[in-house]
């Protein structure tokens, strides 16, 4: 069974930093590409940034709002996924998906499973 | 940006009724087309992917169709389990993006 669990969330002040992980199991890490959506509360869902597998070139993508700002990681020996979130913005509040994603049969990269999430709050 | 537009943004229906959601493209997106479903306070579940590739475990009362740039959801006997908030997304380009979403409520 997939699992995708989330951590790290919290209570910041802007400008602050947190860094956010997803523990893996149940399918090989690392041959995944990952990606991290979040959804401010009450809002849509918005694509963060993705990073493929090492043996699939190991590219690093990013929204425009956050590039620059956070840096999506992988650490394959512990099926880890990272998101450092760096100068948080009372924008950056929301909660911070992880996701597995497969090739279709185009060989595009769609999203299959989801980690239940983790809120971060950005407030004075 | 490809902009997903989602329609209608709300809808209300009763147990048995077949229910369709749109989702319009502002570009060809050459089916990289998902859907997803959100309970209250629950992550997102995969639901369909390109345009109609049932997700593993999905039942087939869900259907999707279309082509270009106009696709559509179908739940052809709408359960209880199934009153929700929908989304489309495309996979096509970068950014990914998705449709404001359809909440389907209880009439």
């Known amino acids: 069974e997939v699992q995708l669990v989330e951590s790290g969330g919290g209570l910041v002040k802007p400008g602050e930093s947190l860094r956010l992980s997803c523990a893996a199991s149940?399918?090989?890490?690392?041959?995944?590409?990952m990606t991290w959506f979040r959804q401010a509360p009450g809002k849509g869902l918005e694509w963060v940034g993705r990073?493929?597998?090492?043996?699939?070139?190991?590219?690093?993508d990013y929204a425009a709002p956050v590039k620059g700002r956070f840096t999506i990681s992988r650490d394959d020996s512990i099926n880890m996924l990272n998101l450092q979130v760096n100068s948080l913005e009372t924008e950056d509040t929301a909660v911070y998906y992880c996701?597995?994603?497969?090739?279709?049969?185009?060989?595009?990269?769609?999203?299959?499973?989801w980690g239940q999430g983790t809120l971060i709050t950005v407030s004075s | 940006d490809v902009q997903m537009t989602q329609s209608p943004s709300s809808l209300s229906a009763s147990v048995g009724d077949r229910v369709t959601i749109t989702c319009r493209a502002s570009?060809?997106?050459?089916?990289?087309l998902a859907w997803f479903q959100q309970k209250p306070g629950k992550a997102p579940n995969s639901l369909i992917y390109?345009?109609?590739s049932l997700q593993s475990g999905v039942p087939s009362k869900f259907s999707g169709s279309g082509s270009g740039t106009d696709f559509t959801l179908t739940i052809s006997s709408l359960q209880p389990e199934d009153f929700a908030t929908y989304y489309c997304?495309?996979?096509?380009?970068?950014?990914?993006?998705f449709g404001g979403g359809t909440k389907v409520e209880i009439k």
């Open positions: 990073i493929r597998s090492k043996t699939d070139g190991g590219a690093i």
């Open positions: 570009q060809g997106i050459n089916n990289h």
């Open positions: 997304q495309q996979y096509n380009d970068y950014p990914l993006t």
């Open positions: 149940g399918f090989t890490f690392t041959n995944a590409c």
């Open positions: 996701t597995t994603e497969r090739r279709d049969s185009s060989s595009y990269f769609r999203v299959d499973y």
């Open positions: 390109a345009v109609s």
